[in-house]
């Protein structure tokens, strides 16, 4: 079945560091990729999704590239804030009638000033 | 205009005992899903509704758990009979139709079976 994978948190840097946050996927066809942000205490908010291959996404500083070949989507941003503490999900969804999120386990991002 | 409202934020209960999770879509949204959140895994889908219709509940557990979604009022997601592995965070969200891009997550519901 289709899955996503992120790689495992905490990721702990300091503010003004460059941060890249690991997502591939394993999907049958073309899915369309998204990556959510979870604030503590709060929902899930959509930060930025891409729909077909080499596509990106981006929105607030953060980007991601769909790369077909490599299966990835990985989220980029140069310099962090401490406002950027956060979960971070990275989830697929098949594009063909109504199809549920499948999401990654979440990335934890830590921030310090 | 507010979001999707999920309440009771926290809610707590003994094995054995039911518990009813509700949650309000944003206005002008028909279409409601419920995702679960175990402790140190991703959300997983559990069931999708339009009003009065249930549409998809293959992520729902087969006995126990239920949803609604009536034609006035919020969804209910009802776990009858609780166990400790139902502790998890269950989150709703809401959208205006079937393209899901425009899912609105509500803050969630953080259950503790003790």
């Known amino acids: 079945g289709d899955s996503v994978t992120q790689m495992e948190g905490p990721v702990t840097l300091s503010e003004e560091a460059f941060l890249t946050i690991n997502c591939t996927y394993t999907?049958?066809?073309?899915?369309?990729l998204f990556w959510y942000v979870q604030y503590p205490g709060e929902g899930l908010q959509l930060l930025l999704k891409?729909?077909?291959?080499?596509d990106k996404g981006s929105n607030k500083g953060f980007e991601a590239t769909y790369r077909k070949e490599t299966t990835s989507f990985h989220l980029e941003k140069g310099s962090v804030q401490v406002s950027d503490s956060a979960v971070y999900f990275c989830?697929?969804?098949?594009?063909?009638?109504?199809?549920?999120?499948?999401f990654g386990t979440g990335t934890r991002l830590l921030v310090s000033p | 205009n507010a979001g999707v409202m999920q309440n009771p934020r926290h809610l707590v209960r003994r094995r054995g005992q039911e518990a009813r999770l509700r949650c309000s879509p944003m206005?002008?949204?028909?279409?409601v899903y419920w995702y679960r959140q175990l402790p140190e895994e991703g959300l997983k889908f559990m069931v999708y509704?339009?009003?009065?219709?249930?549409?998809?509940e293959s992520g729902m557990p087969k006995e126990r758990f239920s949803a609604e979604f009536p034609k006035e009022g919020p969804s209910i997601l009802r776990i009858q009979q609780v166990v400790r592995g139902d502790s998890a965070a269950y989150f709703c969200?809401?959208?205006?139709?079937?393209?899901?891009?425009?899912?609105?997550f509500g803050s969630g519901t953080r259950l503790t079976v003790v």
């Open positions: 969200a809401s959208s205006p139709g079937t393209d899901n891009y425009g899912y609105t």
């Open positions: 206005k002008g949204h028909s279409h």
């Open positions: 509704l339009q009003k009065e219709n249930i549409i998809d």
């Open positions: 989830a697929l969804r098949r594009n063909t009638g109504f199809q549920k999120l499948v």
């Open positions: 891409a729909t077909k291959a080499d």
């Open positions: 999907a049958t066809g073309y899915p369309s």
